[in-house]
């Protein structure tokens, strides 16, 4: 199910600006891209549910039960190719009302751990956002 005037159907649907080297994973339950550069540093990526819903409660079973592999596998690929020492993964749902998760990598030399390195002001390139996405996309194929 899409809702016409949800911002994440518009852009799964190709009718909005699409991410950083377009999707890097795609499969009937989810969706894995690279944030907009403006939103975070390289290698912020968003899971995003394939179908309209919320949150955690409005999963099916196949939705619930393919979430935790996809995770292990992004996980594996973003630590590889970001030599990050952490992902955070954080779900807020305000903005937008479709499910989706960030997934927010901090490397190891970083001094801001958690709530303070969120709450940086951080950006990354354009093309190096495009050059990860192709890396991820090529790591993360079934």
């Known amino acids: 199910m899409k809702d016409d005037t949800c911002f994440l159907c518009q852009k799964q649907a190709?009718?909005?600006?699409q991410p950083p080297g377009g999707y890097v994973y795609a499969s009937e339950h989810w969706k894995?891209?690279?944030a907009p550069v403006e939103k975070g540093p390289l290698g912020t990526l968003f899971v995003e549910s394939a179908r309209h819903f919320l949150d955690f409660a409005e999963m099916n079973a196949d939705e619930a039960a393919s979430y935790g592999p996809?995770?292990?596998k992004i996980y594996g690929a973003l630590k590889s190719l970001t030599d990050a020492e952490r992902v955070y993964?954080?779900?807020?749902l305000e903005g937008i009302a479709h499910f989706h998760v960030w997934l927010v990598p901090r490397a190891k030399d970083i001094p801001e751990r958690g709530v303070?390195?969120?709450?940086?002001?951080?950006?990354c390139e354009q093309a190096e956002a495009e050059k990860l996405a192709s890396a991820l996309r090529e790591a993360l194929q079934d």
């Open 14 to 17: 190709g009718q909005t600006a």
């Open 116 to 123: 303070p390195f969120l709450a940086k002001d951080m950006t």
């Open 32 to 34: 894995v891209c690279h």
């Open 89 to 92: 993964q954080v779900v807020f």
């Open 70 to 72: 996809l995770l292990k």
